[in-house]
């Protein structure tokens, strides 16, 4: 499983099978966005990235959508020495998942008490290891931050689950130290994501495998 995960992470041109992957890719993105909503309405702690942007904006007094847009940018430059390149699925990323976010908190109510809140997080953290196993099976090349995960996985041959979770509480360590806001679902999301989204993405992988036809008799 792990080798067919790696596997999924390599790009293919969009000229394969465009309709098919593309569709994919925007539900992954979309669904990635609306999970994130869940998260931010169930009001029970970030995830670690965001926490990270955060903890940035208190320390620089910049808004908090030009942190995300020079966080992103810093990672990317990261992508270089990964030998990573970015794909239509990167470029994607932060337009459909800015306008899902949006949407989706235009529409969800913010939950009353703390049974429902812990609901929503729960089911939030799973859309977003879903939805990220989506975007990525569509191998329309991964996200900066994904990407700085993908590109250890290639680069060293050790696991999805574990670089991402190592990623993760990285990012949560600094944000912390930095003034972010930490609560019980920045801890659930740290510690779960990495393995979750590993379940997930061997069986939303797009492998361009057809069956041939069979040879006329």
């Not at 930095?178 to 979750?196: D, K």
Request: aromatic share 6%.
């Amino acid at each position: 499983m792990g080798h067919m995960s790696l596997t999924a992470l390599h790009s293919v041109p969009v000229s394969v099978a465009p309709a098919r992957r593309l569709v994919q890719l925007a539900i992954g993105l979309w669904l990635y966005g609306a999970s994130m909503a869940m998260q931010i309405r169930a009001s029970l702690g970030l995830d670690p990235w965001d926490v990270l942007h955060e903890g940035l904006t208190k320390r620089t007094g910049l808004s908090f959508g030009t942190i995300t847009i020079i966080v992103g940018a810093l990672v990317l430059l990261c992508w270089i020495p990964l030998r990573q390149r970015p794909g239509v699925g990167t470029i994607s990323n932060v337009v459909v998942i800015g306008v899902a976010v949006d949407v989706t908190l235009a529409v969800l109510p913010a939950p009353s008490g703390l049974p429902l809140r812990a609901a929503l997080l729960a089911a939030g953290i799973v859309l977003n290891a879903l939805a990220a196993a989506i975007y990525l099976g569509a191998r329309l090349g991964p996200g900066p931050r994904d990407g700085l995960t993908t590109g250890f996985c290639a680069r060293t041959g050790t696991s999805l689950r574990l670089v991402r979770t190592v990623v993760e509480v990285l990012v949560l360590a600094s944000g912390w130290l930095l003034g972010g806001t930490i609560g019980i679902g920045t801890v659930l999301y740290a510690l779960t994501i990495g393995p979750l989204t590993q379940a997930f993405l061997p069986r939303l992988t797009w492998t361009g495998v057809t069956t041939p036809p069979r040879p006329a008799v």
